[in-house]
């Protein structure tokens, strides 16, 4: 039952608090059954630029380690100067024995520290042991804590070197929900790593040795293996407008029976990409039709916008995904940064149940469609 004007005026601000997690900062909005997909951004303090190759790496090193203590997926990223972008899987809890806790701890804690805790855990009884066990095992499988010790570790390491105090970052860390679907995950993804390339600091998001295609292309196992989790999710789906242009192409230089046949084999193709070059050019192809010039609106902000045509984009992945860089790439799609959810009108409609008394009262409908013609993409805005 949804709160009427004057109920929602006398609410107070604590019980709005405790029931949407609102903390007076905007809400933070997550499925509350079930693993999911999630979107998560953050600055650093005054948008500084002080994320060089050294704290880059350094950052990457952290987020594996307590990715792995986690059970936290990484699908992809990329570390700019002054913020960092996530695609993360977050699984439901589960239960871990207490051989795989400890072994989970070695990977981010000390010796001296894990070999004390086990020395301790050695002289409780089961009931205390267990104890110790749930208490680590509830910081795995959890956004919030995976992201306040990702960002502590990393500005304490910061500060230790540098001999300063305070926080690095700037605020808390931005959550979009991303709905378990090929399009909503795959646009996501491709927003994530064509970030180098909208801020012109590379032509081709290959060069980007900071995203997951970059690191992925350089060799990197755990990057690609993100990415082949991501690109298998969404095997067979490819942008419409290359697929048009392409068989429109096919149909001027073939007959109709030759066309059909060379389309079905491209279909079989795309079926059966399981390796890391293939899937690279499946990944890469999608990247630059999102830089498709035929993919923007007509706005007269976007007209200025260019990209790739999606006929070459096609040809190119045909010719082993060797592509043209689309360049001045502007998709300034805030609600990837800015809102709580992408998916289906369903899905969003179904997080905005679940935190009903977070909105006002007059709040029925999840949100609009994306401005980019990606059929059945809504987004649901922050609340504040």
């Not at 032509?203 to 755990?222: I, R, T």
């Not at 084999?265 to 399981?274: I, Y």
């Not at 409908?365 to 990606?374: C, E, I, R, T």
């Amino acid at each position: 039952m949804s709160l009427s004007d004057q109920d929602w005026k006398s609410t107070s601000a604590t019980q709005r608090w405790l029931e949407g997690e609102r903390k007076g900062r905007g809400v933070r909005i997550l499925p509350k059954e079930g693993g999911y997909f999630v979107h998560v951004t953050s600055r650093t303090r005054g948008q500084a630029f002080l994320l060089g190759e050294v704290e880059k790496r350094s950052f990457l090193m952290r987020l594996r380690q307590w990715s792995a203590f986690s059970g936290i997926g990484v699908l992809t990223h990329c570390v700019m100067s002054n913020h960092f972008h996530l695609l993360l899987w977050v699984p439901e809890l589960s239960d871990l024995s207490h051989g795989e806790i400890l072994e989970r701890l070695k990977g981010v804690w000390p010796q001296e520290k894990w070999e004390a805790w086990e020395k301790l855990y050695g002289k409780q009884t089961p009931p205390v042991q267990k104890f110790m066990d749930q208490k680590q095992v509830e910081r795995m499988g959890n956004l919030a804590s995976f992201m306040r010790v990702l960002k502590q570790s990393f500005s304490n390491w910061y500060n230790h070197r540098e001999g300063c105090r305070g926080t690095f970052w700037e605020g808390r860390y931005r959550s979009v929900v991303v709905e378990d679907n090929p399009l909503a995950l795959m646009s996501v993804a491709a927003y994530i790593d064509l970030n180098p390339v909208r801020a012109g600091m590379v032509e081709d998001p290959l060069d980007a040795v900071w995203s997951g295609y970059g690191a992925a292309c350089g060799g990197d196992a755990a990057s690609r293996e993100g990415l082949k989790c991501l690109i298998e999710c969404a095997r067979g789906v490819m942008p419409a407008s290359a697929l048009l242009a392409r068989r429109l192409h096919l149909n001027t230089t073939h007959s109709p029976q030759q066309s059909s046949e060379i389309m079905r084999q491209d279909s079989e193709k795309r079926a059966q990409t399981d390796r890391w070059p293939e899937l690279q050019k499946a990944y890469r192809i999608w990247l630059y039709a999102k830089g498709n010039a035929g993919e923007h609106d007509s706005s007269a902000h976007s007209k200025n916008r260019k990209g790739v045509d999606p006929q070459v984009v096609y040809r190119e992945f045909e010719q082993n995904g060797v592509v043209p860089p689309a360049r001045f790439l502007r998709q300034k799609w805030r609600c990837y940064t800015r809102g709580v959810g992408i998916g289906s009108p369903a899905f969003l409609e179904s997080l905005l149940r679940q935190y009903q008394q977070c909105f006002t009262p007059h709040r029925t409908h999840a949100g609009p469609k994306l401005k980019n013609k990606m059929p059945g993409l809504h987004v649901l805005r922050q609340v504040d």
